[in-house]
């Protein structure tokens, strides 16, 4: 199996460093089930934070079926960023994925559609980020319905919504998060996985982290890089740009 995972940060593990400083996530993670199952699998990860679908399903997509020896399973998440945009255009990230999804079945690539986690309970702008994942993680499952895709339901996972799966940005899923979302994806792919499941008793400190500080380490940053046209994955590169061997560790 040569899989590759393209998206944003959500799929680049965000949230999840390992001691080095390196991010893992729940892409890696999924590479390292499939490897478990006893198949020899190649992995590449695209994925780049902060890139919006267009890119994902271009750039990341044209690099994906471009690898030599050509991948055989893709995973594709994207839109997260779009939605956090103004004016969010909902059609729009469907038909883009719906094209990326054609060109996939043209290269005889596997496709597996996957929805990111919801991080609206706890968001200023929770409200409109919930109504348009609604949206689109509806729109995705007709899709997958169509053309006879495994879809990954993050979005809709009650579970992961809880502070406990949540890094303190309340944006990114922590390790706890992606290791969840990574059993969520292996079952939707047909490899049925116990999704992990933290203890409520030790989920409570971050609710204690005080707004302002809040506000001030994370939401105005990311205001301000809206304002001047930038984002957090400006003049970053993947993290695995060609095939790496998944160990079974």
Known sequence: MRYV??????????????????????????????????????????????RLLEPIVTEQLDAALALTPAPTLITLNGGGNDMMRPGGDMKRLIDLTERAVRRCADAG??????????????????????????????????LAARYGLDFANVFQDTEIRRAGYWSPDRLH???????????????????????????PAGTGGRRLLGEARYYREHVLPWIHRRLRGRSSGDHRSAKFPSWTPVGLS
């Not at 393209?6 to 590479?31: H, K, M, N, Q, Y």
Request: hydrophobic share 45%; glycine share 14%.
């Open 109 to 142: 690539v596997r496709l597996v559609l996957i929805s990111g986690a919801d991080p609206s309970d706890r968001l200023p702008f929770g409200r409109v980020m919930r109504r348009r994942g609604d949206m689109l993680t509806a729109e995705l499952g007709g």
């Open 173 to 199: 899923l922590n390790a706890a998060g992606h290791q969840r979302a990574a059993g969520i994806i292996l079952s939707a792919m047909g490899h049925p996985t116990a999704a992990h499941v933290v203890d």
């Open 5 to 50: 995972a393209i998206g944003d940060s959500f799929t680049e593990g965000l949230g999840d460093e390992l001691p080095d400083g390196t991010v893992r996530g729940w892409a890696d993670r999924v590479a390292a089930g499939l490897a478990a199952t006893g198949e020899p699998v190649e992995y590449a990860n695209l994925a780049i934070r902060g």
